[in-house]
T-cell receptor, first 112, second 110 residues
């Protein structure tokens, strides 16, 4: 069966510090991968998606970036965090045309 | 008009009640539809896909009305464990066209 891992679970970082969040998927090949952010009291915002190694599409221009160095690894990064980057970051995977997405446990980021 | 609209609630219902949520979408070319459940401070979990013919899973029934561009979720015989936020998801076509509603919060009261 497929599983998706994210770490760390929680993170407190000062403004201006770098960020690296990692997501890995097991039990499937060539998944579509997604990064979302959910701010307090708001819906999920799609940040990046990837249909293959090295293929990244950005949905929202901002100070975040994403990379997919391996088929089942998706990384979210920032060189300098802003207060507005605080939120719940969720990685998801999907296969096939139906696009049913399955989420990892998420990382709760607080920028201070 | 927002791409996907949901009443954020909260809906407070007694145990055993039947409750229904609607979700409207603006893109008439939308291809697939889903309901997710999200518990407080947890990740969303797929509850069910919504098919044109409607589908049922135990106490949960989902329906699609393409003419009026909405999907619905009906929960019968509500349990305390059904308390959560229910997210409507619409795929407008393409990997980047998946849009999540803000969710409807359900609180089932003893």
């Amino acid at each position: 069966s497929q599983t998706i891992h994210q770490w760390p679970a929680t993170l407190v970082q000062p403004v201006g510090s770098p960020l690296s969040l990692e997501c890995t998927v097991e039990g499937t090949s060539n998944p579509n991968l997604y990064w979302y952010r959910q701010a307090a009291g708001r819906g999920l915002q799609l940040l990046f998606y990837s249909v293959g190694i090295g293929q990244i599409s950005s949905e929202v221009p901002q100070n975040l970036s994403a990379s997919r160095p391996q088929d089942r690894q998706f990384i979210l990064s920032s060189k300098k965090l802003l207060l507005s980057d605080s939120g719940f970051y969720l990685c998801a995977w999907a296969t096939g045309q139906s696009n049913e997405q399955y989420f990892g446990p998420g990382t709760r980021l607080t920028v201070t | 008009r927002k791409e996907v609209e949901q009443d954020p609630g909260p809906f407070n219902v007694p145990e055993g009640a039947t409750v229904a949520f609607n979700c409207t979408y603006s893109n008439s070319a939308s291809q697939s539809f889903f309901w997710y459940r999200q518990d407080c401070r947890k990740e969303p979990k797929l509850l069910m896909s919504v098919y044109s013919s409607g589908n049922e899973d135990g106490r949960f029934t989902a329906q699609l009305n393409r003419a009026s561009q909405y999907i619905s979720l009906l929960i019968r015989d509500s349990k305390l464990s059904d308390s959560a936020t229910y997210l409507c998801v619409v795929n407008g076509g393409g990997y980047q066209k998946v849009t999540f509603g803000i969710g409807t919060k359900l609180q089932v009261i003893p």
